[in-house]
């Protein structure tokens, strides 16, 4: 039973190009989370989603993000015209749908951004 | 508002001493989730332990233990006989009620020296 796969997992990007970074969440899981770890702190929330659902985008930049979780395939999240600051670690997490488990989420590895 | 706070932001300890990484968090939610993650230098995020609100049984799992304390808002984590492969960064992280959204701490650096 695979778990959450992100790629790439490695993605170098100029000033003003777009980031396309995928999720693949754990068969059976319907809820998406994104999260980002900018270097030397913890990670934040960015955006909740179902399957083609957002729930909670709280910690949604206001411009240049947004999150898709389509019917079929992958959870997309794109950064349009990336800047310096947007270089992290984004990290996608998964959950299966209702009871206790709600709150359990398995993270996938990560996807390092740089933009040059 | 919900908050993790892990004031310690690095620790240094020889190997096979006990280290504690202290966490404590802040909600008014009257159900939540309580969770500890390792990151290793290789960079994922590896889930070591959930605790729910109305739980306060304290857990052991081989060298780890975790001591949650509702009337300190405390959720702490102990490694005993640390080991060089603890070397890593751990987060802890909240979950209130059903907004789906983990609220993690700054975390906490340990290094293990042999």
């Known amino acids: 039973n695979a778990g959450v796969m992100q790629n790439p997992r490695h993605l170098v990007r100029r000033r003003g190009q777009e980031a396309r970074l995928r999720c693949s969440p754990m068969?059976?899981?319907?809820?998406v989370y994104w999260y980002r770890q900018l270097p030397e702190e913890g990670l934040k929330f960015m955006v909740y989603?179902?399957?083609?659902?957002?729930?909670?985008e709280s910690g949604m930049p206001k411009e240049r993000f947004s999150a898709e979780f389509p019917k079929e395939g992958p959870s997309i999240l794109r950064i349009q015209q990336v800047v310096r600051g947007d270089s992290a670690a984004y990290f996608c997490?998964?959950?299966?749908?209702?009871?206790?488990?709600?709150?359990?989420?398995?993270f996938g590895p990560g996807t390092r951004l740089t933009v040059l | 508002a919900q908050k993790v706070t892990q004031a310690q932001t690095e620790i240094s300890v020889v190997e096979k001493e006990d280290v504690t990484l202290d966490c404590v968090y802040e909600?008014?939610?009257?159900?939540?989730?309580l969770f500890w993650y390792k990151q290793p230098p290789s960079g994922e995020l590896v889930f070591l332990i959930r605790?729910?609100?109305?739980?306060?049984q304290n857990e052991i799992s081989g060298r780890y233990s975790w001591n949650f304390q509702k009337s300190t808002s405390s959720f702490n984590f102990t490694i005993t006989a640390s080991q060089v492969v603890d070397s890593a960064v751990y987060f802890c992280?909240?979950?209130?009620?059903?907004?789906?959204?983990?609220?993690f701490g700054q975390g906490t650096t340990l290094q293990v020296k042999p």
């Open positions: 997490a998964s959950s299966p749908a209702g009871g206790l488990a709600y709150n359990e989420q398995f």
């Open positions: 068969k059976g899981h319907s809820h």
């Open positions: 989603l179902q399957k083609e659902n957002i729930i909670d």
């Open positions: 909600t008014r939610d009257t159900t939540y989730y």
């Open positions: 605790r729910n609100s109305f739980d306060e």
């Open positions: 992280a909240l979950n209130g009620g059903n907004t789906g959204k983990l609220i």
